[in-house]
């Protein structure tokens, strides 16, 4: 970081991303102009690298982790053109909208997806995944390990062991644009493929990085593949580059977002100065924290109604039905707090979602939050 | 902006981008959170949307800008998966490596490619192109307005011509990646039907965004495609994104860079705050000047010998044939100045490049650059 900022009072943006910053990641993000091979921006971006192997707990050196410019849904791009041939098939967990579009933009690339659809506010059971499996061989499955629309959170770990166990072959990809940084993933233990997340949610830097993470097994599918779909979103292309950068040394595919990546090297740098179980054990506490006062203190329901499965670095919750939503939400707006309306196709208008993910969940954001909810609900009584 | 801000002394970045960035561009990356649906960020994107209308010249309502979080790269691919069918033709002016990519990524769509290659250092002569384009029909050409790897600018208003002369169904795709915010662009008037840039070069804005102009007509294209390619990049879905942004309405497929979108505004508002003709005018005159003090004060041979060629945001020099290469950058960088070496395949090592665009060329870096550069030389003798 280059120089000391404080950022400037502002309504505070809980949402489930874009998160709020800390003032150390956004000076970061107003680092002076480096060249992309610079000796500097080598250095920021090898230490980036590396540390994504330890927020993944990965120490098998095969894997490999990936900063594109773009956004989360460029990861869907990446999975689907190069840990795919046309007309393999893949089975979609679908715990809400996200998973729902993560399946179309795998047809674009011609994949054969079957997709089992959970609950609404649940997931989907693992003796019917079992099951599935068990009929048809699929070549891979694809797990939304938080669907941002219906704060769910899918069990990685015990999907995986089924898979494992049922079929071996089948590569496991996990949507972690909800969850990484927030949500436990043990990348090699759990038997991991890939990963794709983004950087605006609980990695905590503004949005504009795609970041994903790869198996040896996933990455040689990748790089042994045929025929390309893809240039911009090829790990052929990808692959000597982040290796270079990682090891010290300068490469060129396409310029990376200098700045952006500055910035999530002190991001990464400040999640990994305690232990990362430390981080999901304090996320953990936040979000039950405030379920529970939801719950109980205000009287709303929550979305997962099962709290075994509401993941934690959001919370979805009704609208009281003698309160109108947008009401609600212009309340918070004015004193002060920014939160996003519900996305599940068929719930919209019906919930709202507060993020409490990263630099909030440390700075006291969700206490105030908390308060400035209580007071609205009371003065739209 | 948010607050005052000085960047600290730093080495110069001049190279042909990333470039040096104003002090209130920075400021802006350091923006608090915003939602990308609140207010405050959707009136940022109209912004930027409008002013790219400047940009480029434009006043048909029925053209459209893009910003997509990525780099310069996914330009391509949106150009080659929107704009093109399988098989269909595409003729390529090669002015260096980057036309030579670009026709790469071409392939991956397979797109049939036939490709007319300039001498190094030279443009591909009209008399060819209108040949080529009378023996073949196309139904695209690509052109690479400015090629970072030689430091060529093409003609493209000639090119343009000669294409609605003799093929006016063939749509003209500039990749204006080194060239937009540096050379003029006249999109209406010249007949472009798409230019792909990025953020990094003289847009003056931090890496990370692929910013997309494009005619009704290449739209209409992309909008009845029947088979789509891709997801991310496809314009089918981010249209209904960009026309919402830029009537004042939030809209959401993938999350907007918040933070560098408003950085753009922030350049988007210094470029355009003079008549944009002063801008390419401003450019030329630091170039000429600086090539002309090369070659005749130093004594050193440029790229493009005939200077009719030769780009005004960049010049490529010749390293001395006394003089080895690596100690002359060094000694620019012990004196702060941070140079690129050459990219051209059958040149690589025997020249570099200095890029003057944007901040640099109205902060005087140049005049800095070109005394480092002359003491360089003389203590290397």
Same sequence: chains 1, 2.
Wanted: net charge negative.
């Amino acid at each position: 970081m280059s120089f000391e900022y404080k950022q400037p009072d502002h309504k505070l943006t809980l949402i489930p991303g874009p998160i709020e910053f800390s003032n150390e990641v956004l000076a970061s993000m107003a680092t002076p102009s480096q060249a992309h091979t610079s000796p500097e921006f080598i250095a920021t971006f090898q230490s980036v690298l590396q540390s994504l192997r330890k927020l993944f707990k990965s120490t098998d050196p095969k894997t490999q982790g990936y900063v594109l410019s773009g956004s989360g849904t460029l990861g869907w791009d990446v999975a689907a053109s190069n840990l795919l041939n046309p007309g393999e098939k893949v089975l979609v967990l679908s715990t809400g909208f996200f998973s729902d579009s993560f399946a179309d933009c795998l047809r674009v690339y011609d994949a054969n997806v079957d997709v089992l659809t959970a609950d609404i506010g649940d997931v989907v059971p693992l003796a019917k995944i079992e099951e599935q499996l068990k009929k048809e061989k699929y070549d891979a499955i694809t797990i939304t390990h938080v669907d941002t629309s219906t704060s769910v959170v899918s069990n990685v770990e015990a999907i995986s062991q089924i898979v494992k166990k049922v079929s071996p072959e089948t590569l496991v990809i996990v949507d972690g644009v909800c969850s990484v940084g927030v949500e436990d993933l043990e990348f090699d233990k759990w038997g991991v493929d890939f990963v794709l997340t983004a950087s605006q949610k609980a990695i905590g830097v503004p949005a504009g990085l795609s970041i994903l993470y790869i198996s040896e097994r996933a990455l040689a599918k990748a790089l042994n593949k045929e025929k390309d779909t893809t240039f911009f979103a090829s790990l052929k292309r990808w692959t000597p580059i982040m290796k270079a950068y990682e090891s010290g040394n300068g490469a060129y595919f396409a310029t990376p977002a200098v700045q952006t990546i500055t910035a999530l090297k002190t991001s990464l740098d400040e999640i990994l100065s305690q232990p990362v179980d430390e981080r999901f054990k304090k996320h953990a506490q936040v979000s039950d924290n405030f379920k529970k006062t939801v719950e109980q203190d205000l009287g709303l329901k929550i979305l997962p109604v099962n709290h075994d499965v509401a993941a934690h670095g959001l919370t979805a919750v009704y609208f009281p039905e003698n309160i109108n939503g947008p009401d609600l939400l212009k309340k918070l707006s004015e004193k002060g707090f920014v939160v996003a309306g519900g996305i599940h196709k068929q719930l919209v208008g019906k919930y709202f979602r507060v993020g409490h993910m990263g630099y909030s969940v440390y700075a006291g954001h969700v206490d105030k939050l908390t308060k400035a909810l209580k007071e609205s609900l009371d003065e739209l009584k």
